[in-house]
């Protein structure tokens, strides 16, 4: 079955401690997202990747790493996570050229 | 920067009816604009992807269109069921760009 996985789905963490959200898909996308969603504020892009070792900041990238070592991963690094970062997250994946943005099940954080 | 505004913010109908969610952006140079689900606590689920060169998408009872130049689009609903209550989200990606924005979404109620 095609599809975008995250991991873990549900994550409550400390100020300062590093955490890794995965993000898969086996889909061959080049494309890869990650999205923070907010009440209020709706989605917001952190980071993205156009291929392998190609990434770029989103809009809100500020507090967070990715990196694309393999084509069908996309980790989201939270090297000292803060309250602020409470939120729930989404990775997408999409085919180049026609960007049809496939999203994962979403990663609840909370960080106290 | 593009922004994508979504009226109204939430809108309860009867079963049965038809109904059109609108979606306005500010920036006309876009490469594409996707409809996306989102049911509660859940990831998103892609409905529909005009391309710019498009007019309208069909699938099912939905129908999007896509008015490039006066920025606007709208989703149509065909025979409102209970099944359709959820929030309903358009991204618009610019054109040159992997960046995706997307509007605060319109909530759907369906009353049986």
């Known amino acids: 079955e095609a599809q975008v996985t995250q991991n873990p789905r549900y994550l409550i963490t400390v100020t300062g401690k590093k955490l890794t959200v995965t993000c898969s898909q086996n889909m061959n996308h080049e494309y890869m997202s990650w999205y923070r969603q907010d009440p209020g504020l709706g989605l917001r892009q952190i980071y993205y990747s156009m291929n392998v070792e190609v990434t770029d900041k989103g809009d809100v990238p500020e507090g967070y790493k990715v990196s694309r070592k393999e084509k069908r991963n996309f980790p989201l690094i939270l090297e000292s996570p803060s309250p602020n970062q409470t939120s729930l997250y989404f990775c997408?994946?999409?085919?180049?050229?026609?960007?049809?943005?496939?999203f994962g099940p979403g990663t609840r954080l909370t960080v106290t | 920067k593009q922004e994508v505004t979504q009226i109204p913010a939430a809108l309860s109908v009867p079963e049965g009816e038809n109904l059109v969610l609108n979606c306005s952006f500010t920036?006309?140079?876009?490469?594409?604009l996707q409809w996306f689900r989102q049911d509660p606590g859940k990831g998103l689920t892609s409905l529909l992807l005009?391309?710019?060169?498009?007019r309208e998408q069909t699938s099912g009872r939905l129908n999007a269109s896509l008015d490039k130049s006066s920025g606007r689009s709208t989703l149509y609903i065909a025979a409102s069921q209970p099944g359709d209550s959820a929030t309903y989200l358009c991204a618009v990606r610019g054109a040159g760009s992997y960046q995706l924005t997307f509007g605060k979404g319109t909530k759907l109620s369906v009353i049986p």
């Open positions: 997408a994946s999409s085919l180049a050229g026609r960007y049809e943005q496939y």
């Open positions: 005009i391309q710019s060169s498009q």
């Open positions: 920036d006309s140079a876009i490469y594409n």
